[in-house]
């Protein structure tokens, strides 16, 4: 069933098709919610923040209307609307983050010395993304991590998709910028170039 059917069951009744309809994106918006809240080191509250957003989603889905927007893009607009509202209540909203301590594992082949790099990389990366402003982050969150196109974050954050091609370009600029000391390796000019052509 297409999102648009499941929605129109829930809407006659069938309230338990919900619980379908949020099987598809509870992983995605969990992943987003929870990017959203690590400059803010609140990441703990990524779980409840999802489940507040399907709670709100649930409440409101009589008012959805897909002449509007997509459900997904309803959905994102939700959550980024309750992750922002949490933030404004902690009062350590803007200090930097600390790493994750998940970095991806390496290939065993590789020599500790470029596990380290490697480890290193993901560390500056996570922190370049995490010190730009909200709607820089939010923009390229949605298009690097959720592959969305232009038009979808534009509904999203609210702004026209112009507004958003500019938002990336300051984002990604601002992220090279942060890692210009890596940018010496051949290997790693080359995955920052794919990233820009997104």
Known sequence: ??????IREIKDGNVEMYSTLMGRY??????FVYHML??????ML??????ETFYKA???LHSFREVDASFSTWLYTIARNTVLSELRKQKNAHQSLDDSTYIPA???????????????KVTMVREAINSLPEKQR?????????GMDYQEIANILGQTVSSVKSLLFRARASVKTQMESYFAEPSIMKEYEEMKLR
């Open 46 to 51: 990524a779980e409840d923040i999802s489940s």
């Open 58 to 60: 649930y409440r409101s």
């Open 1 to 6: 069933m297409t999102d648009s059917q499941l």
């Open 106 to 120: 390496a290939p065993h082949e590789e020599a500790p010395e470029q596990r380290l790099l490697q480890s290193e």
């Open 26 to 31: 509870q992983k995605k918006i969990l992943a």
């Open 138 to 146: 939010s923009a390229l969150i949605l298009r690097e991590y959720d």
């Open 38 to 43: 690590k400059s803010a080191k609140l990441e």
